[in-house]
């Protein structure tokens, strides 16, 4: 795995304008001037903001909140805390009842849901139970404030509990549940939204209005940030933009995915320019369509103007294993600060027009019945398809792959991308056996593949 560049004691030049002292810090900036303990006032402020989140997430992904599923104590309880964060940061309450935003949705049968002790059950022909999740919303202007254009930044908090059926973890035995902690899904986005109140509550960022939404129930389907475009609380045609957190807390090196580019034209020269400032400098990954496995999907639909902030899938995704200790905090603040920036961009715009982009769909994907069994890195960029991460028993790591191998061959397909890799699989059917080329440290291996 890649490590961290942000390490903490990593020597750092940036300027950052952050929370409290950002007034302060922005006079002062670039000076290297030394503060307590030998540490430049700018690496103050950012260990101030890193710490910051570092703390929100550990509560967050704390075992009282048992994962947060949607409809289960652990979510209330932690839809709950958000509510007390943003009440003590001065945003206005901005849900229907305080804060907070049920709604209420009824799974479709038949679909199996995995419960543990005794709560499980089957559905089906089953009763179905209704659940109900809470949005927790704040905002930095009276919700009556409709003579002024709105801009609304959000995440989930939601997570998958003791493991529901969107876990990818095995367990050891059959039956086995583990609490997921969802640090980086979505801990860490929730913790950016905060940050961003206590920027704006310190120093306001924009004389416009600001929502800051933390929706519930997106991973079972976006139900959360669905209802609330249904049922807005600020109506949506006063909404000029939305900026979705949803898994930012693993920044590795420099590279950071930006969907949604295409739904304005105004998105690309706010993202260079923010992008040009000290101590941005990121690679960005950019991505046109609004449509993506996320809550910002919900405000394009609505013709609003989006982007998802996203630093890259992992082999800890949807496992017990997404913990608090493995987010780059310092690479988080980067986040903010580029988040602030775009906010700051935005408000000088006379207007933000909507475009509707052409979707990745399915259909032009190849199809393919037999898989590796590995988490891909959609962010790599250099030639073939980077593994990210090797199930067990499955038939890459049967083969000998490993984390960081880069798949050039199948047979003779030749993969370039990702999409070489899928038409690379839809050749062949389970049980036949393949030599795949990988490139491992420098040197090519052909490692001998049994699909299944
Ligand atoms: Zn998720």
């Given at each position: 795995?890649?490590?961290?560049?942000?390490?903490?004691?990593?020597?750092?030049?940036?300027?950052?304008?952050?929370?409290?002292?950002?007034?302060?810090l922005l006079v002062s900036c670039g000076s290297g001037e030394s503060?307590?303990?030998?540490?430049?006032?700018?690496?103050?402020?950012?260990?101030?903001?890193?710490?910051?989140?570092?703390?929100?997430?550990?509560?967050?992904?704390?075992?009282?909140?048992?994962?947060?599923?949607?409809?289960?104590?652990?979510?209330?309880?932690?839809?709950?805390?958000?509510?007390?964060?943003?009440?003590?940061?001065?945003?206005?309450?901005?849900?229907?009842?305080?804060?907070?935003?049920?709604?209420?949705?009824?799974?479709?049968?038949?679909?199996?849901?995995?419960?543990?002790?005794?709560?499980?059950?089957?559905?089906?022909?089953?009763?179905?139970?209704?659940?109900?999740?809470?949005?927790?919303?704040?905002?930095?202007?009276?919700?009556?404030?409709?003579?002024?254009?709105?801009?609304?930044?959000?995440?989930?908090?939601?997570?998958?509990?003791?493991?529901?059926?969107?876990?990818?973890?095995?367990?050891?035995?059959?039956?086995?549940?583990?609490?997921?902690?969802?640090?980086?899904?979505?801990?860490?986005?929730?913790?950016?939204?905060?940050?961003?109140?206590?920027?704006?509550?310190?120093?306001?960022?924009?004389?416009?209005?600001?929502?800051m939404a933390s929706f519930s129930g997106e991973e079972k389907g976006?139900?959360?940030?669905?209802?609330?475009?249904?049922?807005?609380?600020?109506?949506?045609?006063?909404?000029?933009?939305?900026?979705?957190?949803?898994?930012?807390?693993?920044?590795?090196?420099?590279?950071?995915?930006?969907?949604?580019?295409?739904?304005?034209?105004?998105?690309?020269?706010?993202?260079?320019?923010?992008?040009?400032?000290?101590?941005?400098?990121?690679?960005?990954?950019?991505?046109?369509?609004?449509?993506?496995?996320?809550?910002?999907?919900?405000?394009?639909?609505?013709?609003?103007?989006?982007?998802?902030?996203?630093?890259?899938?992992?082999?800890?995704?949807?496992?017990?294993?997404?913990?608090?200790?493995?987010?780059?905090?310092?690479?988080?603040?980067?986040?903010?600060?580029?988040?602030?920036?775009?906010?700051?961009?935005?408000?000088?715009?006379?207007?933000?027009?909507?475009?509707?982009?052409?979707?990745?769909?399915?259909?032009?994907?190849?199809?393919?019945?037999?898989?590796?069994?590995?988490?891909?890195?959609?962010?790599?960029?250099?030639?073939?398809?980077?593994?990210?991460?090797?199930?067990?028993?499955?038939?890459?790591?049967?083969?000998?792959?490993?984390?960081?191998?880069?798949?050039?061959?199948?047979?003779?397909?030749?993969?370039?991308?990702m999409m070489g890799y899928m038409e690379g699989l839809s050749m062949?059917?389970?049980?036949?056996?393949?030599?795949?080329?990988?490139?491992?440290?420098?040197?090519?291996?052909?490692?001998?593949?049994?699909?299944?």
């Amino acid at each position: 795995m890649k490590t961290s560049l942000f390490g903490h004691l990593a020597p750092l030049t940036f300027c950052f304008s952050i929370g409290l002292s950002a007034a302060v810090l922005l006079v002062s900036c670039g000076s290297g001037e030394s503060g307590h303990d030998g540490l430049s006032i700018e690496d103050m402020g950012l260990t101030a903001s890193a710490d910051a989140m570092r703390a929100d997430v550990e509560v967050l992904t704390d075992a009282r909140f048992e994962g947060r599923e949607t409809g289960k104590p652990g979510a209330y309880a932690a839809g709950d805390w958000i509510a007390g964060r943003m009440e003590a940061l001065g945003l206005t309450a901005a849900g229907d009842s305080g804060y907070h935003q049920a709604f209420r949705y009824k799974p479709h049968p038949p679909m199996q849901v995995h419960g543990h002790g005794d709560s499980s059950m089957t559905m089906g022909m089953a009763v179905v139970q209704e659940i109900v999740g809470k949005n927790v919303i704040g905002a930095t202007a009276a919700l009556s404030d409709t003579t002024r254009r709105w801009g609304v930044f959000g995440c989930h908090h939601d997570h998958l509990g003791w493991g529901d059926e969107n876990s990818l973890w095995r367990g050891v035995a059959e039956g086995d549940s583990a609490m997921h902690p969802g640090a980086d899904d979505n801990a860490s986005g929730v913790a950016l939204l905060l940050e961003l109140a206590s920027r704006h509550s310190a120093v306001p960022m924009v004389d416009h209005p600001l929502l800051m939404a933390s929706f519930s129930g997106e991973e079972k389907g976006l139900w959360g940030s669905n209802h609330f475009t249904d049922e807005p609380t600020v109506g949506l045609e006063h909404v000029d933009w939305m900026i979705n957190f949803d898994m930012v807390g693993r920044l590795r090196g420099d590279t950071l995915a930006v969907y949604g580019n295409g739904t304005s034209p105004v998105w690309n020269g706010i993202l260079d320019s923010c992008n040009a400032r000290d101590g941005a400098g990121f690679e960005l990954v950019l991505s046109e369509s609004g449509v993506g496995p996320s809550d910002h999907t919900s405000f394009y639909l609505e013709d609003i103007p989006v982007l998802h902030f996203f630093t890259g899938q992992h082999e800890d995704y949807h496992k017990p294993t997404d913990t608090s200790d493995k987010l780059n905090y310092e690479g988080m603040v980067r986040i903010a600060d580029f988040a602030q920036c775009l906010a700051q961009e935005l408000a000088l715009q006379d207007s933000i027009p909507f475009t509707k982009t052409k979707d990745s769909s399915n259909d032009d994907a190849p199809r393919f019945k037999v898989t590796l069994g590995v988490v891909p890195d959609y962010l790599f960029s250099g030639t073939g398809m980077r593994i990210d991460g090797v199930s067990e028993g499955r038939p890459a790591q049967l083969a000998g792959m490993e984390k960081g191998d880069v798949v050039l061959r199948i047979g003779d397909h030749e993969v370039l991308d990702m999409m070489g890799y899928m038409e690379g699989l839809s050749m062949y059917e389970e049980g036949q056996t393949t030599p795949v080329e990988v490139m491992r440290k420098g040197e090519k291996l052909v490692l001998d593949v049994t699909w299944d």
